[in-house]
């Protein structure tokens, strides 16, 4: 674990362009609050149509407003997607898929941390259903649009997390089992796992693939924290980002133009960054690949 615990990955990281991206379609799930809403302000900035996808659409309103009001671009409309539920993603997709003519990057950044032992709609544990499973089915329902918009990009929000749990193929929804910690690091390794196979599977087609740790951010994320978590994070929270500084490697990946001849590796601090071992497994990735379109009914090949 040390190993990924630097310095650089918790303090650094600012990034600057001018680039623009009018015409370009963006969606962002989770986009209301923390790291989603800043990447969505930064790229309403940059002249994107936004599409915030968010559960909860009051709370979308006034994030829509504010980003409206400060960015000056009215292309920002609101979604309705709840990915602890198969039925909603495809409800989503289904929208998309009707009504807009391209989508040049998804941004896969909802999330749930820590949360006490639930299932999603379809019976998932709650971490892996909503930060794995959930996404993995929007960007399969959305792929042949991407490729369609290519050059497209599609970015998953992972983190440094990953290293706090192992894929558990014989228990994978724990149900013998429940560590919230480590549900969540099973959670945000199989971004990574489904990142490095996805860019492999999406090869010379245009769509590129990044696995993002945003640095150790002020957001509502910590919400269901354990005390032994809260007291390290008062610890090291004169030293945490904030969601601005947070969103700065999302949005690297979603702009920098050099990023058009890479994919599937995984980024922090606006630069290529290290992850363990069990996060470079691609034999590991190939059976995740299996298992998740297993449990959601697909065929992904
Ligand atoms: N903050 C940090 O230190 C770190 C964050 N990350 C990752 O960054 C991403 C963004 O997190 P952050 O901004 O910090 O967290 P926040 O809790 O501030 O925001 C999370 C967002 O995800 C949404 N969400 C949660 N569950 C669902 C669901 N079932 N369907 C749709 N949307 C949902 C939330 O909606 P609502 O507002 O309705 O709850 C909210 O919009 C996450 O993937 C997280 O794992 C990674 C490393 C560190
Ligand atoms: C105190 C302390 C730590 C605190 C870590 C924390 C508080 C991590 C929070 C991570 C989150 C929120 C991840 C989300 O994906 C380190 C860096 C382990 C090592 C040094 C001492």
């Known amino acids: 674990m040390s190993n990924i615990y630097t310095l ?9 362009s001018s680039k623009r991206l009018d015409g370009k379609t963006v969606i962002i799930t989770g986009a209301n609050t923390g790291i989603g809403k800043e990447t969505a302000r930064d790229l309403a900035g940059r002249g994107a ?19 409206m009001e400060d960015s000056g671009n009215q292309n920002i409309v609101i979604r309705k997607l709840d990915l602890s539920d198969t039925k909603s993603i495809r409800e989503f997709a289904e929208a998309i898929n009707n009504e807009e003519r391209a989508v040049h990057v998804l941004i896969n950044n909802a999330g749930i941390m820590m949360c006490p032992y639930s299932k999603t709609a379809d019976g998932f544990e709650m971490q892996f259903g909503v930060n794995h499973l959930g996404h993995f089915l929007l960007t399969f329902l959305l792929i042949d649009l991407l ?54 599977k999406l090869k010379d087609t245009g769509v590129t693939a990044y696995a993002v740790h945003p640095g150790i951010v002020r957001t509502k994320l910590k919400r269901h924290m354990n005390l032994g978590l809260l007291i390290m994070w008062k610890i090291v929270r004169p030293f ?14 979603a702009v920098e133009p050099e990023l058009d001849k890479e994919s599937g590796g995984y980024y922090s601090n606006c630069r290529p960054s290290r992850c ?7 034999e590991m990735a190939e059976k995740l690949w ?12």
């Not at 149509?49 to 980003?67: S, T």
């Not at 945490?240 to 990946?253: L, S």
């Not at 299996?290 to 090949?301: A, D, F, Q, R, T």
């Open 240 to 253: 945490t980002k904030t969601p601005v500084q947070g969103a700065q490697t999302t949005i690297f990946c």
């Open 49 to 67: 149509r936004i599409i915030m996808a968010c559960r909860d659409l009051d709370k979308a309103e006034g994030a829509q407003k504010e980003i």
């Open 8 to 16: 650089r990955e918790m303090f650094g990281g600012q990034w600057s």
């Open 290 to 301: 299996e298992l998740s379109c297993k449990m959601l009914g697909i065929v992904w090949n």
């Open 147 to 200: 490729k369609r918009s290519a050059p497209s990009r599609i970015i998953i929000l992972s983190s440094m997390a990953h290293g706090w749990g192992t894929i558990a193929l014989d228990d994978i929804n724990s149900e013998r089992n429940y560590h919230s910690r480590r549900a969540y690091g099973q959670s945000k390794l199989a971004n990574i796992l489904f990142t490095r196979s996805l860019a492999k």
């Open 276 to 282: 363990t071992r069990a996060a470079r497994d691609d």
